[in-house]
């Protein structure tokens, strides 16, 4: 079947090619142009076509833990995050013991193995935010589930993910992170730097044994001193690393995050939710990784601590944060779509609307709101 998505204003995000028509055949973007005809018709006059969002830090959603999900669960959040433009997802989990990480790898993988094209969002892998953290930047992870890096333990969860373990979060400080940084990236997956007291040179020695990622850039790092700048200005500072940002305009000053997306650029700024069960639900107390949470006035904190425990930010909220601290679409849409996808080598296959991506697409209309998720050419979502 070829769908046609047709009439928006087409936004690649590299080019703002007005209005035009996207055609999709077996989930496919096959061709871009005026005029095109097809099986099914999308209309999309007077909303802005653009690849669909990529979050890929993100911990729960509807009540939802990734951490003690099942894998109907997690296919379940899939379903639900549609409406907020997501169409890829990496299912984060939190520091937990061996065996519940061990089976949350398990269940993120089956999930993705049987979730049927047009179902929602794809749950494009698994990310483990831990459990190779330094105790002294929990944040809201509970301390006695850290352990020092450990390549044997890595190696287990990668199987029990059956390869589908897209990213993990290290402290590159802890003996043996060095080895383990090395040791995955080297098998495909994206080494992120976080949790972590790490100084500038031990942030230096990590990327370049092949990190390439900032987890959340300020947030449970080292502070900045003129002396000892640090892990985060280390990775900002690396042309070759992405960085995530939560932009909530809670977790960092919005001055705090136009300077790093000015910094980064929209070729590495990677926005993320870093949202949890919480998400989607009203003011209350729920649990992050088996810890109690607090959500009031849509800000998730630790029960005990009042440390901010993730967020409660979507994808499209994310975007419009951006834009309305002066950036454009195309950049907030590139910091929220195209670089994600390639901070997970899915460069190249999602977050461009062109010929030979496939079709991910998110409708939006004058006010920056989703009215319609395309995955793959099926609507997912229609608001």
Do not use: C
């Amino acid at each position: 079947m070829r769908v046609v998505v047709k009439g928006g204003r087409v936004l690649t995000p590299f080019l703002d090619l007005g209005e035009m028509d996207v055609a999709i055949e077996s989930g496919v973007i096959v061709e871009v142009g005026e005029n095109l005809s097809g099986d099914k018709i999308i209309d999309a006059a007077g909303l802005t076509v653009a690849p669909g969002f990529i979050d890929t830090h993100f911990h729960g959603y509807g009540g939802v833990d990734f951490t003690l999900a099942s894998s109907e669960d997690v296919l379940r959040v899939a379903g639900q995050v549609a409406k907020h433009g997501v169409t890829g997802f990496l299912a984060s989990l939190v520091a937990a013991p061996h065996d519940v990480l061990l089976k949350a790898s398990s269940e993120v993988a089956k999930a993705i193995e049987s979730q049927k094209p047009g179902s929602g969002s794809r749950v494009l892998g698994l990310h483990l935010e831990g459990p190779y953290l330094n105790p002294n930047m929990r944040g809201a992870m509970d301390p006695r589930f850290f352990r020092q890096p450990s390549i044997e333990e890595f190696t287990e969860y990668y199987s029990a993910s059956r390869g589908h373990l897209k990213q993990i979060t290290v402290a590159p400080e802890l003996p043996g992170a060095t080895e383990l940084v090395r040791r995955a990236a080297g098998m495909g997956v994206t080494v992120s730097l976080g949790h972590t007291e790490a100084t500038y040179d031990q942030a230096v020695k990590a990327v370049l044994a092949g990190a390439s990622k900032a987890n959340h850039i300020f947030n449970q790092m080292r502070h900045f001193h003129h002396r000892e700048p640090g892990v985060a200005f280390a990775l900002l500072e690396q042309p070759n690393v992405f960085i995530e940002m939560i932009s909530d305009l809670i977790h960092l000053h919005p001055s705090t995050v136009r300077l790093v997306a000015r910094l980064a650029g929209p070729s590495r700024t990677v926005l993320i939710t870093d949202a949890v069960a919480a998400t989607g639900l009203p003011d209350g107390e729920y649990t992050l990784g088996g810890l109690k949470i607090v959500v009031k006035g849509g800000v998730s904190r630790l029960a005990d601590t009042g440390a901010l425990a993730g967020s409660t930010l979507t994808m499209d909220r994310a975007v419009k944060n951006m834009v309305r601290l002066g950036f454009s679409l195309a950049d907030a849409v590139r910091m929220a779509s195209t670089t994600p996808a390639a901070s997970i080598g899915l460069g190249g296959k999602l977050g461009v609307v062109a010929p030979g991506y496939l079709g991910d697409l998110v409708l939006l209309d004058d006010e920056l709101r989703v009215v319609k998720t395309i995955v793959g050419g099926v609507e997912v979502y229609g608001g």
